[in-house]
Nanobody
């Protein structure tokens, strides 16, 4: 019932910046929290950042990206963004946008198709 489409991935040099965007459509009224996950080759999917969608300004970040990544939202545009600064090669992964419903978990929610981020040394 919720559709998510990511954009903004690409190939950049270490130390560069990149901004990812996620557009939500469909039954967006059911969204409680939105966030970003990533999956590197041979690794499990990991949480990157999250934000409460419908109220407040509560955000959460993985320790590995604190101080470098910033999650933000624009409810009027139904978008969630991830500003990534000071990118490192270890940030290379497929980045997924996710939406969790009010009574559900991340795994029970909606997921985008992913966008590739590659950071070269």
């Amino acid at each position: 019932q919720v559709r998510l489409v990511e954009s903004g991935g690409g190939l950049v040099q270490a130390g560069a910046s990149l901004r990812l965007s996620c557009k939500a459509s469909g039954r967006t009224g059911s969204i409680y929290r939105m966030g970003w996950f990533r999956q590197a080759p041979g690794k499990e999917r990991e949480f990157v950042a999250g934000i409460v969608w419908n109220h407040g300004r509560v955000t959460d970040y993985a320790d590995s990206v604190k101080g470098r990544f910033t999650i933000s939202k624009n409810n009027a545009q139904n978008t969630v963004n991830l500003q990534m600064d000071g990118l490192k090669p270890e940030d290379t992964a497929i980045y997924y946008c996710a939406a969790a419903h009010r009574s559900g978990t991340w795994n029970d929610g909606a997921w985008g198709q992913g966008t590739q981020v590659t950071v070269s040394s």
